[in-house]
Nanobody, 120 residues
């Protein structure tokens, strides 16, 4: 069974920084892309940042230049460094991993979510 454990959310003032981390585990789990999504109440979940197994990154326009995604392939972890946070960054952030377990089909997995609140 694949498990994603997130950490690092919390409350911060506008202009501050937070770092989110996510550790993926599971027997014979091979990971392709990893990323972070966020969801505000009443809105659709949106992609924030993604990173491929080769290290190619992509970001939502709203976070470019402020957020940095990174991954540690040896430890199956992905992190999101969030700087210059704005109140509009307030949301539940979800870790997302695309991978296959035991050579099976490629699936998308989600973490439990971590709240990020930015006060003005």
């Amino acid at each position: 069974q694949v498990r994603l454990v997130e950490s690092g959310g919390g409350l911060v003032q506008a202009g501050g920084s937070l770092r989110l981390s996510c550790a993926a585990s599971g027997s014979s789990f091979s990971i392709n892309a990893m990323g972070w999504y966020r969801q505000e109440p009443g809105k659709q979940r949106e992609s924030v940042a993604t990173i491929t197994s080769g290290g190619v990154t992509s970001y939502a326009d709203s976070v470019k230049g402020r957020f940095t995604i990174s991954r540690d392939n040896a430890n199956n972890t992905v992190s999101l460094q969030m700087n210059s946070l704005k109140p509009e960054d307030t949301a539940v952030y979800y870790c997302n991993v695309i991978g296959r377990q035991n050579g099976g089909v490629l699936l998308r997995y989600w973490g439990q979510g971590t709240q990020v609140t930015v006060s003005s």
